[in-house]
């Protein structure tokens, strides 16, 4: 083979680097480093392109890949989703929760009103592809890092007379994954690449440099093994110098300078053809250098992750270690701020490698990666309506990635689809509705188990991320044409579903759930889930609400539609407090049959809505700070991944610094691995062993977030919950609610001082403390907020 002289010098002048820098890794640059391969997929280091993604293990001799494809599902589009009994059986089933008999309306809820699964589906993984390297001798000096700025993965280490360096990224402008390895001495290099083992069924084949998968996505435990996507891989090596032999096992390179790995995963989901795309991909690539492919996925990925820049301060000891003695360093109780600091822009990190504006489909249960393991258990890889889902957008406007809502939106534009279908079949009912879960295919209709199938404002919830996205950029467009008629036709739906409680005069919703909770019924004493009007229903219908009046005011349509949301909002339960003092979860003060559960969905009160805060309705906030205390100090508490992430948002939104603190540690520390990534937790939810989920990455990032800056109620609240253990640093980059970019710096435990710049001329009360100001803000250009600008609330 020929040599590409301009690709190994490239080569050799990182090898020249990487003899000079072995020995210390450069922190700035390798923020997420170590000192040995990963044993356990948790282990390993995440590269997507917001489609394609990759795990890398980093094996010296032996490196593993396991490659992934947003749209490898299985299952179809459902056809007989809606039990055909639900809607006759829906008044007599209202009719015996408002008379008392909870265990028997329970019981025509299972019967009648739970979904059909059967063709539901889940993502899964492709394949492993393997590169065993042929060395002299045993290794030394070895370093594996992922670099977060760069989004390179990066192994390299020594071998004999020779250093060897290797590099994987997955690029979003030419929608490859790109593996490059390279040895300082010319000739050095000799591998054999070949897949490893599949989960899925397929063919291999190798011939021409092409090692190729074809496939298709079957499974036989959520779906019938024979409906998902047809998808391929197509791997172009093009090894300089040397030798390259294809046979049935895969390609085998001798003798080798470098050698480049272009990887290319289609499918045929939503009509697209796998093995042109792969071909189109490749043949775009293949001619250009090694050099050009990496600078453009630099430029394209750092354009995003620039956006943010955190520092919490840095013990200088600590942040020479190694990423996952760190880790351990904070489980152990050390303070360690700048591992906060890197958990927050990996959660950034993350955001961006699973979800770019192009994206077919929105980050999953694990996002573009996924580890085999939720696919294989009863709640599968797909997207939770329940919180999971909207966790792992949490993140996205207040870290300054708003693009990466994009596939988020389109989702629930699908959705409504099918959950037009949902409303009139189910409930008789205008507008559209899902509940709980749905999948790749826009699946709408309530979940096949109690105690979770008939949470039925899963849809509401996730489509005021929608809502969300227009607060924080004020595109008047967007929200005409996608968010507003997915808001309008959600509130629709409601007003023709929900029923006058008989004696309380409230509207309610109902048959419905607090996801994933049970009651004890007081008719019979046994646990039950259903009931009407949850707590969570409650709060999310009047935020649903709420959109739609302001939304339809800020464009001047639908005013009579307006005034019947008015009217219908007024008429709503109120937030109640229980018995223990506790933020009431469900419409009657019932005992909890699980009080350490995980779920506090009725806490969304508090965040991610505004419906309780300290300073606007003090009572309620004590109510569910009694709630959260009350369910993490029960034993056995079922102290998971996003579930921690949730408290650190809960006690910042509280003001309550070090109690978010505390908690971030903790979710650091107990429920994220060696490299970072979050699981959930093994014993928890059915799970034998810790399965990764984005959603303690994105939401804990969020949390931080969440810590040093605040913008609802109409307020710009600088360091609203700044713990001690934070007493100096700064945040660059923010966004907050009003198309506002805001950037932090304290010192001592106290504002130093802040920029603030707004997309558009408008007027802005800060707060710092108990402390405002009021500031006049020009398009497009910063404003320098000092100190002396605030001043003391008004007296009474």
Same mark, same amino acid.
């Given at each position: 083979?020929?040599?590409?002289?301009?690709?190994?010098?490239?080569?050799?002048?990182?090898?020249?680097?990487?003899?000079?820098?072995?020995?210390?890794?450069?922190?700035?640059?390798?923020?997420?480093?170590?000192?040995?391969?990963?044993?356990?997929?948790?282990?390993?280091?995440?590269?997507?392109?917001?489609?394609?993604?990759?795990?890398?293990?980093?094996?010296?001799?032996?490196?593993?890949?396991?490659?992934?494809?947003?749209?490898?599902?299985?299952?179809?589009?459902?056809?007989?989703?809606?039990?055909?009994?639900?809607?006759?059986?829906?008044?007599?089933?209202?009719?015996?929760?408002?008379?008392?008999?909870?265990?028997?309306?329970?019981?025509?809820?299972?019967?009648?009103?739970?979904?059909?699964?059967?063709?539901?589906?889940?993502?899964?993984?492709?394949?492993?592809?393997?590169?065993?390297?042929?060395?002299?001798t045993e290794t030394s000096r070895y370093r594996r890092s992922l670099d977060l700025e760069e989004a390179i993965a990066r192994v390299e280490f020594a071998a004999g007379d020779a250093t060897f360096h290797r590099e994987v990224f997955a690029s979003h402008?030419?929608?490859?994954?790109?593996?490059?390895?390279?040895?300082?001495?010319?000739?050095?290099?000799?591998?054999?690449?070949?897949?490893?083992?599949?989960?899925?069924?397929?063919?291999?084949?190798?011939?021409?440099?092409?090692?190729?998968?074809?496939?298709?996505?079957?499974?036989?435990?959520?779906?019938?093994?024979?409906?998902?996507?047809?998808?391929?891989?197509?791997?172009?090596?093009?090894?300089?110098?040397?030798?390259?032999?294809?046979?049935?096992?895969?390609?085998?390179?001798?003798?080798?300078?470098?050698?480049?790995?272009?990887?290319?995963?289609?499918?045929?989901?939503?009509?697209?053809?796998?093995?042109?795309?792969?071909?189109?991909?490749?043949?775009?690539?293949?001619?250009?250098?090694?050099?050009?492919?990496?600078?453009?996925?630099?430029?394209?990925?750092?354009?995003?992750?620039?956006?943010?820049?955190?520092?919490?301060?840095?013990?200088?000891?600590?942040?020479?270690?190694?990423?996952?003695?760190?880790?351990?360093?904070?489980?152990?109780?050390?303070?360690?701020?700048?591992?906060?600091?890197?958990?927050?822009?990996?959660?950034?990190?993350?955001?961006?490698?699973?979800?770019?504006?192009?994206?077919?489909?929105?980050?999953?249960?694990?996002?573009?990666?996924?580890?085999?393991?939720?696919?294989?258990?009863?709640?599968?890889?797909?997207?939770?309506?329940?919180?999971?889902?909207?966790?792992?957008?949490?993140?996205?406007?207040?870290?300054?990635?708003?693009?990466?809502?994009?596939?988020?939106?389109?989702?629930?534009?699908?959705?409504?689809?099918?959950?037009?279908?949902?409303?009139?079949?189910?409930?008789?009912?205008?507008?559209?509705?899902?509940?709980?879960?749905?999948?790749?295919?826009?699946?709408?209709?309530?979940?096949?188990?109690?105690?979770?199938?008939?949470?039925?404002?899963?849809?509401?919830?996730?489509?005021?991320?929608?809502?969300?996205?227009?607060?924080?950029?004020?595109?008047?467009?967007?929200?005409?044409?996608?968010?507003?008629?997915?808001?309008?036709?959600?509130?629709?739906?409601?007003?023709?579903?929900?029923?006058?409680?008989?004696?309380?005069?409230?509207?309610?919703?109902?048959?419905?759930?607090?996801?994933?909770?049970?009651?004890?019924?007081?008719?019979?004493?046994?646990?039950?889930?259903?009931?009407?009007?949850?707590?969570?229903?409650?709060?999310?219908?009047?935020?649903?609400?709420?959109?739609?009046?302001?939304?339809?005011?800020?464009?001047?349509?639908?005013?009579?539609?307006?005034?019947?949301?008015?009217?219908?909002?007024?008429?709503?339960?109120?937030?109640?407090?229980?018995?223990?003092?506790? @933020?009431?979860?469900?419409?009657?003060?019932?005992?909890? +049959?699980?009080?350490? &559960? !995980?779920?506090?969905?009725? *806490? %969304? $009160?508090?965040?991610?809505?505004?419906?309780?805060?300290?300073?606007?309705?003090?009572?309620?906030?004590?109510?569910?700070?009694?709630?959260?205390?009350?369910?993490?100090?029960?034993?056995?508490?079922?102290?998971?991944?996003?579930?921690?992430?949730? @408290?650190?948002?809960?006690?910042?939104?509280?003001?309550? +610094?070090?109690?978010? &603190? !505390?908690?971030?540690?903790? *979710? %650091? $520390?107990?429920?994220?691995?060696?490299?970072?990534?979050?699981?959930?937790?093994?014993?928890?939810?059915?799970?034998?062993?810790?399965?990764?989920?984005?959603?303690?990455?994105?939401?804990?990032a969020a949390g931080v977030a969440e810590m040093l800056l605040q913008s609802q109620g109409g307020l710009l609240h600088l360091l609203p919950a700044l713990p001690s253990a934070w007493p100096t640093g700064?945040?660059?980059?923010?966004?907050?609610?009003?198309?506002?970019?805001?950037?932090?710096?304290?010192?001592?435990?106290?504002?130093?001082?802040?920029?603030?710049?707004?997309?558009?001329?408008?007027?802005?009360?800060?707060?710092?403390?108990?402390?405002?100001?009021?500031?006049?803000?020009?398009?497009?250009?910063?404003?320098?907020?000092?100190?002396?600008?605030?001043?003391?609330?008004?007296?009474?």
């Open positions: 083979m020929k040599s590409n002289r301009r690709d190994f010098m490239l080569g050799a002048m990182a090898t020249a680097a990487l003899n000079s820098s072995l020995a210390m890794p450069d922190i700035k640059k390798t923020p997420i480093w170590f000192e040995h391969p990963a044993d356990r997929w948790l282990q390993a280091l995440p590269v997507g392109n917001g489609r394609l993604g990759a795990m890398v293990f980093g094996g010296a001799s032996r490196e593993r890949l396991h490659l992934t494809e947003s749209t490898l599902w299985s299952g179809a589009v459902a056809v007989d989703g809606v039990n055909s009994a639900a809607l006759k059986s829906l008044p007599e089933i209202r009719n015996l929760f408002f008379a008392g008999r909870y265990t028997e309306a329970e019981e025509l809820c299972r019967k009648n009103l739970l979904g059909n699964g059967s063709e539901f589906g889940t993502a899964l993984p492709m394949a492993f592809l393997e590169i065993e390297t042929i060395l002299p402008p030419d929608k490859l994954i790109v593996v490059r390895i390279e040895s300082s001495k010319r000739g050095k290099l000799s591998c054999n690449i070949a897949f490893g083992e599949s989960r899925l069924p397929g063919e291999i084949t190798a011939e021409a440099g092409i090692l190729a998968l074809y496939g298709h996505a079957w499974e036989s435990l959520h779906s019938d093994g024979k409906h998902g996507t047809r998808f391929e891989c197509q791997i172009q090596v093009i090894p300089e110098s040397g030798q390259m032999h294809s046979s049935k096992e895969g390609i085998a390179i001798q003798a080798a300078d470098a050698v480049t790995l272009l990887i290319a995963i289609a499918s045929d989901f939503r009509g697209g053809e796998p093995e042109e795309a792969c071909s189109t991909s490749l043949s775009a690539a293949r001619s250009r250098s090694y050099e050009s492919l990496r600078e453009a996925h630099i430029a394209d990925h750092s354009a995003l992750y620039r956006r943010v820049s955190i520092d919490l301060g840095q013990d200088e000891n600590l942040s020479k270690l190694p990423t996952d003695q760190r880790r351990k360093r904070l489980e152990a109780g050390a303070d360690d701020p700048g591992l906060c600091a890197l958990f927050f822009q990996y959660g950034r990190y993350l955001t961006i490698a699973g979800s770019r504006e192009d994206s077919p489909l929105p980050l999953a249960l694990q996002g573009i990666w996924n580890d085999g393991l939720a696919a294989a258990m009863g709640w599968t890889d797909d997207f939770h309506l329940d919180i999971n889902t909207q966790q792992n957008y949490w993140l996205c406007e207040v870290g300054n990635l708003g693009e990466c809502h994009a596939p988020l939106a389109a989702l629930v534009e699908r959705l409504t689809v099918g959950g037009s279908q949902t409303a009139r079949e189910m409930y008789g009912a205008e507008g559209w509705v899902a509940h709980v879960v749905t999948n790749a295919w826009g699946y709408s209709a309530p979940g096949w188990g109690l105690g979770w199938g008939m949470f039925m404002t899963g849809g509401v919830w996730i489509a005021l991320q929608l809502w969300e996205h227009y607060r924080f950029t004020g595109d008047q467009a967007f929200l005409r044409e996608k968010a507003y008629p997915v808001l309008r036709d959600a509130a629709r739906f409601f007003l023709s579903y929900m029923i006058e409680h008989p004696t309380k005069k409230w509207l309610v919703t109902g048959p419905s759930n607090s996801p994933e909770n049970w009651f004890i019924a007081p008719d019979t004493g046994k646990p039950c889930s259903d009931s009407m009007g949850p707590t969570c229903d409650r709060v999310l219908v009047y935020s649903l609400f709420s959109a739609c009046i302001q939304a339809s005011e800020a464009l001047g349509l639908d005013e009579t539609l307006r005034a019947r949301i008015v009217t219908a909002q007024d008429s709503l339960p109120p937030l109640q407090i229980g018995k223990y003092g506790q @933020l009431q979860e469900w419409l009657e003060d019932f005992e909890e +049959a699980e009080p350490n &559960h !995980r779920h506090t969905s009725h *806490l %969304i $009160a508090l965040y991610p809505e505004d419906q309780i805060s300290p300073d606007k309705t003090p009572a309620l906030a004590a109510a569910a700070r009694v709630t959260i205390e009350r369910r993490i100090h029960q034993p056995n508490w079922e102290d998971t991944e996003w579930s921690r992430a949730n @408290l650190v948002n809960y006690y910042a939104r509280l003001l309550d +610094a070090d109690a978010a &603190h !505390r908690q971030l540690c903790g *979710l %650091i $520390a107990h429920a994220a691995d060696d490299s970072l990534l979050t699981y959930s937790r093994g014993g928890v939810a059915g799970a034998e062993s810790n399965i990764f989920a984005i959603d303690g990455n994105t939401a804990g700064s945040v660059r980059g923010l966004r907050a609610r009003g198309c506002i970019t805001v950037s932090i710096f304290w010192r001592g435990g106290r504002l130093s001082s802040a920029i603030v710049k707004a997309d558009h001329e408008t007027d802005v009360t800060v707060r710092y403390r108990s402390r405002t100001a009021k500031v006049h803000l020009r398009g497009g250009t910063e404003q320098s907020i000092s100190i002396a600008m605030f001043r003391e609330p008004e007296a009474g």
